[in-house]
């Protein structure tokens, strides 16, 4: 299949906004996902938007839809040294399927 | 939400034995359970799809009769690499997901080494 595609590293400054871009595949897909994941740990679901929605807020999270572009972005406000990690998104591809993208890592300097 | 444990979060075996890592959905039941392999600073590839009580579905290319998936129950799979090989050494993680939760929930994964 099409890969799900990420950009691979992000930097910022603690207290400055991160911008996290996904572009997905299937235009079908009636969710998508963003996941974090902290170094040798499993993933943790921060939030997803259906495919009717063209932006989400969920506290320090954003999530924009562009769905004519199949684009998709996790922006993180007032960016904290907790939140390096790598995030994922992800899109359901046929019933309860998950694929996943190939993950941006972002990285928060004091 | 949720809560998956996954058991055991490390695990090292000599080449050729077969390890076995547990899936458990702990306050839910969980209809569907995935399985998926992770190499490092990579993403997750699905490995397996399992229903309870049915075969599972395995994604293309990864061999059955090495990674055996059971899913008996409605809060337990298991998978089961057999003969493990140096090649076999990676993260797995495992997914649930139920009717009654839009999302899935992972556990925390298990950290496979082979000697």
């Known amino acids: 299949g099409e890969d799900v595609e990420q950009s691979l590293f992000l930097s910022v400054r603690e207290g400055d906004s991160s911008v996290i871009n996904c572009t997905y595949t299937?235009?079908?897909?009636?969710?998508l996902y963003w996941y974090k994941q902290e170094p040798g740990a499993g993933l943790q679901l921060l939030t997803y938007?259906?495919?009717?929605?063209d932006m989400k807020q969920d506290q320090r999270l954003t999530v924009l839809l562009n769905k004519k572009d199949k684009h998709l972005s996790l922006r993180i406000a007032d960016t904290q040294t907790g939140d390096s990690a790598i995030y994922f998104c992800a899109e359901n591809r046929g019933f309860q399927k998950l694929v996943f993208g190939t993950g941006t890592r972002l990285l928060v300097s004091p | 939400g949720a809560v998956v444990s996954q058991h055991p979060s490390r695990v090292i075996c000599k080449s050729g034995t077969s390890v076995k890592i547990e899936c458990r959905s702990l306050?839910?039941?969980?209809?569907?359970m995935f399985w998926y392999r992770q190499f490092p600073k990579q993403s997750l590839m699905l490995m397996a799809t399992s229903n309870e009580g049915s075969k599972a579905t395995y994604e293309q290319g990864v061999e059955k009769d090495k990674f055996l998936i059971n899913h008996a129950s409605l809060t337990l799979s298991t998978l089961t690499v057999t003969s493990a090989h140096p090649e076999d050494s990676s993260f797995y993680i495992c997914?649930?997901?139920?009717?009654?939760?839009?999302?899935?929930?992972f556990g925390q994964g298990t950290r496979l080494t082979v000697v």
């Open positions: 997914s649930a997901r139920s009717t009654v939760y839009t999302e899935a929930f």
């Open positions: 306050d839910f039941q969980a209809t569907t």
């Open positions: 938007i259906f495919s009717n929605m």
């Open positions: 299937d235009s079908s897909s009636t969710y």
